[in-house]
């Protein structure tokens, strides 16, 4: 998962699971501190979305939507 803001494009690599209509996404744990403290690394470990079709997604607890392209 990777997202873009104006000083930083935080990313981390990780695992997937779908249970019924809800996305969970598990960043893998980081073990290199340079990584940890550089503007590039996501405090957030750990992300949850609402499938709400095949091109739709909503953060939970955000209020944001993804919609692919």
Request: charged share 30%.
């Amino acid at each position: 998962m990777s997202y873009k803001s104006q000083d930083a494009s935080p990313s981390c690599v990780g695992q997937w699971n779908v249970v019924k209509d809800t996305l969970f996404l598990q960043c893998d744990k980081e073990n290199v501190v340079s990584n940890m403290i550089s503007n590039g690394y996501m405090n957030q470990r750990d992300y949850k979305f609402k499938i709400i079709d095949n091109k739709k997604l909503i953060l939970l607890k955000e209020n944001i939507i993804l919609e692919k392209r």
